[in-house]
């Protein structure tokens, strides 16, 4: 006999890992939604005025999340490497009114020189259904998100990376230092 409690909690329990694994959670080609979020210095930015340079990563964060933090020197080496073909990088802080004070000295220590944003009611975090962070959302210049992932592994970084490369033209990214090519 079926135990139709057990099996309903047990699919709910399956469905919350997927979630929590870091499951890219939009239907492929789905339309971001536009935003306009304050920088750093109180200036706004708009996600769909950047659209109409490039590609746009946006990684939503917070000062008190360790894997957010890990994660910011991979985001700046996609940054370095496509910056010049117009590829933006958003960091979005979720910090609170407590904790938002440490954000602009958290990115300076770092030497980040990515966008950074604030969203301290989460209101733009919830447009894109981020349920916890680090969260990276990869959109390309037609709006559509191409990438998603949620959670921090280096493998999230190559991934990035692989899904980045394929919005440019070949050779358009920097090359990696230490791999010049030899002259005869």
């Given at each position: ?135 990276t959302v ?5 709006g559509k ?40």
């Amino acid at each position: 006999m079926i135990d139709w409690g057990r099996t309903a909690l047990a699919v709910v329990f399956a469905a919350g890992l997927v979630l929590v694994a870091g499951s890219v959670s939009y239907a492929k080609d789905a339309v971001a939604p536009d935003f306009t979020l304050p920088n750093l210095t109180g200036e706004d930015v708009t996600l769909s005025k950047l659209l109409e340079e490039g590609p746009v990563i946006v990684d939503f964060w917070a000062t008190w999340c360790k894997p957010c933090i890990k994660a910011f020197p991979d985001l700046q080496q996609v940054f370095d490497n496509y910056k010049d073909c117009g590829l933006k990088v958003l960091a979005v802080s979720v910090d609170g009114p407590r904790s938002s004070s440490r954000v602009a000295s958290l990115i300076k220590s770092k030497g980040n020189t990515f966008e950074v944003l604030l969203d301290p009611s989460q209101k733009v975090a919830k447009k894109l259904h981020v349920t916890s962070v680090p969260r990276t959302v990869l959109i390309d210049t037609n709006g559509k998100i191409v990438y998603a992932v949620t959670g921090y592994r280096p493998t999230n970084h190559e991934k990035l990376e692989t899904a980045v490369s394929a919005l440019f033209p070949k050779g358009c990214e920097k090359e990696p230092e230490g791999e010049e090519e030899a002259v005869e």
